[in-house]
């Protein structure tokens, strides 16, 4: 099973996230904010992570930077950015610091988040198996 960590502000769209990952077999751990988020790095190893940028407490691209340090547990994680900001600067910025995919929120239902992230695991978990 794989698991998967959201970090989402809004309370709702946190818990269709949620509900939308574990109806498809993802083990789920998620929190409102970026310093639990970080905590939440630091003891345990993801599959994946879903990252909203407009965060209460610190920014996501804040998150996403400790995300990609070299001493974290999950420098190699694939991350997702979820936001509905679609300003080229903050896609830019966003990029520059190592998110895998940028996503606009409206643009998608939970499911199809699912079916993109399932998706991605897919195509790149040839890529993480070791040379034989």
Same mark, same amino acid.
């Given at each position: 099973m794989k698991k998967i960590l959201i970090v989402e502000d809004d309370f709702f769209i946190r818990k *269709?996230?949620?509900?939308?990952?574990?109806? &498809? %077999?993802?083990? /789920?751990?998620?929190?409102?904010?970026?310093?639990?988020?970080?905590?939440?790095?630091?003891?345990?190893?993801?599959?994946?992570?879903? *990252?909203?940028?407009?965060?209460?407490?610190? &920014? %996501?691209?804040? /998150?996403?930077?400790?995300?990609?340090?070299?001493?974290?547990?999950?420098?190699?994680?694939p991350v997702f950015v979820l936001t509905?900001?679609?300003?080229?600067?903050?896609i830019d910025s966003v990029v520059a610091a190592g998110a895998d995919e940028y996503l606009l929120k409206a643009n998608y239902k939970p499911q199809d988040i699912v079916s993109e992230v399932s998706n991605f695991l897919s195509s790149h978990s040839t890529s993480l198996l070791p040379d034989e």
């Open positions: *269709l996230y949620c509900e939308a990952f574990q109806s &498809s %077999g993802y083990e /789920v751990s998620s929190t409102d904010n970026g310093e639990l988020a970080c905590e939440l790095l630091e003891e345990e190893v993801f599959d994946f992570i879903l *990252l909203d940028i407009m965060l209460p407490d610190m &920014s %996501g691209i804040d /998150v996403l930077t400790k995300i990609r340090s070299p001493e974290s547990k999950n420098f190699k994680t509905n900001n679609d300003d080229k600067t903050v």
